[in-house]
């Protein structure tokens, strides 16, 4: 195998891992985690999921107000993300990954309840040294099941 094709390959598992550092940054409660997914002036974008789940939810900019909104937001809730089927395009020092997430959402008080959703991520990147960091996220949903009023919970 040439070293150009292992390589891109070693790039597309970075890109995706920012994702899985994004995913497992909530679901483990990990600030410094999820912050390392993040490039300094990242957006998040979840506005179009929020609205097919009945509520706002603002575009966030920058990494350290994403980290404390998702921290925040989800604080009460117990979270698992599944991140499947990623696709990546790399052009440089910029990628594009496109990928499900099933998000289930469980208040800690009330673990009889969920919330959960299949959502498409589609991430805009770019390299930092070795790592590839999220510049922008956003975040439309496929399907819901379960009680939407979860994700009020407080």
Do not use: C
């Not at 499947?84 to 990928?99: E, K, Q």
């Not at 009889?112 to 770019?126: P, S, W």
Request: no cysteine.
């Amino acid at each position: 195998m040439s070293s150009t094709l292992i390589n891109a390959a070693a790039d597309q598992l970075a890109v995706i891992d920012a994702l899985y550092r994004f995913a497992a940054g909530i679901d483990l409660r990990d600030q410094d985690l999820l912050a390392s997914s993040l490039a300094e002036n990242a957006v998040s974008d979840f506005r179009p999921a929020a609205a097919k789940a009945g509520f706002d939810y603002p575009v966030i900019e920058g990494r350290a107000m994403i980290v404390a909104a998702l921290t925040a937001s989800l604080a009460t809730l117990d979270t698992s993300h599944s991140v499947s089927n990623p696709r990546v395009a790399i052009d440089g020092d910029t990628a594009r990954l496109d990928a499900l997430v099933e998000a289930q959402h469980v208040p800690r008080s009330d673990p009889a309840r969920h919330y959960m959703m299949k959502n498409r991520y589609d991430v805009e990147l770019q390299r930092a040294g070795d790592v590839w960091l999220i510049t922008r996220n956003t975040v439309d949903n496929i399907w819901r099941a379960g009680d939407p009023a979860v994700l009020s919970v407080v």
